[in-house]
């Protein structure tokens, strides 16, 4: 079973090494992202819960304030921010809190594009 929590923020970035000369991404942007935090385990016979989502919560909001309208290339760790870049980055992030972490998506919702990494590149993980 599964268990999710998403949370929104507003930031700005641009991507001068991602595209050719003259592309729009190497010019400075916004976006609204939408993240999500996904959990996996069983429900406690004593709570029926996973785990308290108040706490994933919690730490849900503490990375939101530091993507919350910034600027993500002077985010440390987001030099190059890509989907696959801030997800990357919110992975670890939030996983030494969230023990059952099994993936993050970075969505920009309006473009209809997104990102979800199950922390296939992180030392230990193996891929879902």
């Known amino acids: 079973m599964r268990i ?3 949370f ?3 930031a700005a970035h641009h991507l001068p090494h991602s595209f050719p000369d003259g592309h729009v991404n190497q ?5 609204s992202f939408r993240a999500r935090i996904t959990l996996d385990g ?3 016979p ?9 706490a994933v919560k919690s730490c849900a909001d503490s990375a939101r304030e530091e993507l919350d309208h910034r600027y993500l290339n002077e985010v440390p760790g987001l030099e190059l921010p890509t989907l696959e870049t801030i997800a990357i980055w919110l992975w670890r992030r939030v996983e030494p809190d969230l023990p059952a972490l099994v993936e993050i998506g970075i969505y920009r919702d309006s473009c209809g594009e997104g990102c979800e990494y199950n ?6 993980k193996a891929a879902a």
Do not use: A, Q, V
Request: aromatic share 6%; glycine share 14%; with cysteine.
């Open 4 to 6: 999710f929590i998403d």
């Open 8 to 10: 929104n923020f507003e």
């Open 27 to 31: 010019r400075l942007h916004c976006h």
């Open 42 to 44: 069983r429900p406690d």
């Open 46 to 54: 004593k709570s029926g819960l996973i785990t308290d989502l108040g």
């Open 119 to 124: 922390g296939e590149l992180e030392t230990g």
